[in-house]
């Protein structure tokens, strides 16, 4: 006789099976002695710019997607390229030009003529790390290939979704775009990106240091794997763990409130933005070593991470203004409530 079908039962299966597939948090010496291998490793490549290798790896522990803007030459695709070969993933480059199609990016469904079927070829996205080489070279149809892919970790091809693997992060690379050959980013394409670092040129000192030791051969190509896709996962999952008060809460929806209501702006913060604020805040505040976010957690990450999507109105631009002067302002106006300045968890 067949056993009846509980649904319930099936319905706790699936939750103990998806809870059994998420990795535990790590101790926080184990995270901290992690991050610190990721980060030494990106700093012997990528010369003083400690701060744009502490925001992508932050970037990567809050599950976020990172763009990397400035000028030719100043290492943004070194940046990405090291980031990804010291995990211990799967990763793929996409070189985007302008005769670049979706289907180059996302896969297409070949007939198969022995199996008298079409069948699924997997595109350069399904990689744990895609980098994405001066995307915005390519038309905005084949941007818009990365949009589903980006928020939901899936790609759907002739009606058939196909999940992405975990972890997944798209690290793009883009040039000004007043330089020739260029397309501007889509505001839903920029919105996707958790954070946008401009990389900028390099001090005197390091630059020498460069030019000492570029000579004969690339820091890239000595570069090893110093944790592995679980490693990472772990780390996510601490992550994900850090305490916010209700208090940073509000804080962090009075900065996003006030990019919608300034006078200087056409478009603010969307809630997308506030979402991905916060988790790189707790990320933040995991590599700080603790386990709750402060107000400075917040103020130290909201340029890098709400810069990209203000617009400004002409009136501000033809006054000089910035998306970065705007949040500056912002941050100084905005009140924070005492009880964000010690938001612990409660503990018992």
Do not use: W
Request: one cysteine or more.
């Amino acid at each position: 006789m067949d056993a009846p079908h509980n649904p319930s039962a099936a319905s706790n299966g699936k939750v103990a099976a998806s809870q059994a597939s998420r990795p535990d948090p790590m101790s926080g010496e184990a995270f901290h002695q992690t991050s610190t291998r990721i980060l030494d490793s990106i700093n012997t490549v990528i010369d003083g710019k400690p701060d744009a290798a502490r925001l992508a790896l932050t970037v990567l522990l809050a599950q976020g997607h990172l763009l990397l803007e400035d000028v030719p030459g100043v290492g943004k695709t070194m940046l990405a390229k090291t980031l990804a070969r010291t995990i211990d993933c799967t990763v793929n480059r996409i070189q985007f030009t302008p005769d670049l199609l979706p289907s180059d990016v996302t896969g297409v469904s070949i007939y198969n003529q022995d199996s008298h079927r079409f069948e699924f070829r997997q595109g350069p996205v399904f990689a744990n790390i895609v980098i994405g080489d001066e995307i915005n070279r390519a038309s905005a149809k084949t941007q818009s290939a990365l949009l589903e892919c980006m928020e939901e970790h899936q790609v759907t091809v002739d009606g058939g979704s196909h999940k992405l693997g975990e972890p997944f992060m798209v690290v793009a690379t883009q040039n000004p775009i007043e330089m020739e050959g260029t397309y501007p980013l889509p505001e839903a394409q920029r919105d996707r990106f958790m954070a946008r670092i401009s990389m900028g040129y390099p001090d005197m000192n390091s630059e020498m240091d460069m030019l000492e030791t570029h000579q004969s051969e690339s820091p890239l190509d000595s570069v090893r794997p110093v944790a592995g896709v679980q490693e990472v996962s772990a780390m996510m999952s601490q992550v994900r763990r850090v305490y916010v008060s209700p208090a940073v809460k509000e804080y962090t929806v009075g900065i996003g409130r006030a990019t919608r209501d300034h006078h200087q702006l056409r478009l603010g913060a969307s809630p997308r933005a506030l979402l991905q604020l916060l988790r790189a805040a707790k990320a933040g505040a995991a590599l700080e070593g603790r386990d709750f976010v402060l107000p400075d957690d917040i103020a130290a990450v909201a340029e890098a991470v709400l810069a990209h999507r203000l617009i400004l109105d002409r009136k501000a631009v033809s006054a000089g203004e910035s998306p970065s002067s705007i949040i500056a302002g912002i941050l100084t106006k905005v009140p924070v409530a005492r009880e964000a300045l010690s938001a612990t968890p409660r503990r018992g």
